[in-house]
């Protein structure tokens, strides 16, 4: 009997201990026990983490890599960045390169061909361009440099009248010089040219030309040119435009060409077609991303 009431009292002492244990553990969990869990749960590594892929944004308002997005709040994609195909000049580019029948034919040596405003004739010729108002903003961009703006760059810039004609070499206008122009890439690398809405030709779809020179002085040479190209318009916006006075020549001449069957953009115009603001009334301002490899 000795012995058992022994243990009974030592077995007694053991419950107290550990009841003591469990309610200091639960004062514990009240305390900290909330903090504890949400440390625990509810959260991953991924819900903090930072993508490693890094895109450029530009001062237009258009994406240069997938998913970012600008100070606009636009996106524009994955292809905003990509090199720009390479185009044929044309037969009237007016760079020095050809003759227009009388002479080699060359704007960029003309006084005052540095210009925003293409619309009228320089260097003794009057001739003005008449037609719906239009904006061009150009902005270029480094490909093999993260997408970043070439600032100091010349972009020369031409293409045909609201008839389809081209300065310094159609019938009736080889004296003017009108809707050609060189500019200067500022900071962001953008330039800006105020002209009229092209016509349509017969066999070409609407379009504008331009090419690239590292810098103004290299530009009075079109040996030194690093890119030659084209751009184009979304239909909706040339059905629309050639509603207005003056572009009747244009809807007879759309009508028989398309992306599909022009000898330029058939093979698709993802990089070359502008994106548009306005209406033929008040006029158009259209803007595009051009990369190059520089």
Known sequence: MHNHGKQLETDLNTLLQAAASRRQMLRWLSAGGA???????????????????????????????TGTTTSSGTSTGSTS???IPEETAGPYPGD??????????????????????????????SGVAAG????????????????????????YLWHCDRDGNYSMYSAGVTAENYLRGVQETD????????????????????????EIYPSLTK???????????QFTFPMATLNEAYQATGYTS?????????????????????LQMVSVTGNATMGYVVTLTVGISA
């Open 187 to 210: 900071s962001n690398g953008n330039v800006s040219f105020t002209t009229i809405f092209p016509g349509c030709y017969d066999g070409r779809m609407p379009h504008v030309h331009f």
């Open 96 to 125: 020095g390169s050809n003759s227009n029948g009388t002479g080699i034919a060359n704007a960029l040596a003309l006084s005052g061909i540095v210009r925003s405003d293409i619309r009228s004739s320089i260097a003794g010729a």
């Open 81 to 83: 960045c990509s090199i």
């Open 35 to 65: 903090v504890t869990l949400l440390g625990c749960g509810g959260g991953s590594d991924a819900s903090t983490a930072t993508s490693s892929s890094t895109t450029a944004t530009t001062s237009t308002g258009t994406s240069t890599g």
């Open 132 to 155: 719906i108002p239009l904006t061009i903003k150009l902005q270029l961009l480094n490909t093999k440099s993260s997408c970043a703006s070439l600032a100091g760059y010349a972009i």
């Open 219 to 229: 530009v009075s040479s079109a040996n030194n040119k690093v890119k030659t190209s």
């Open 250 to 270: 244009s809807v007879r001449n759309l009508a028989r060409i398309t992306y599909a069957t022009d000898n330029v953009f058939s093979d698709g115009t993802s």
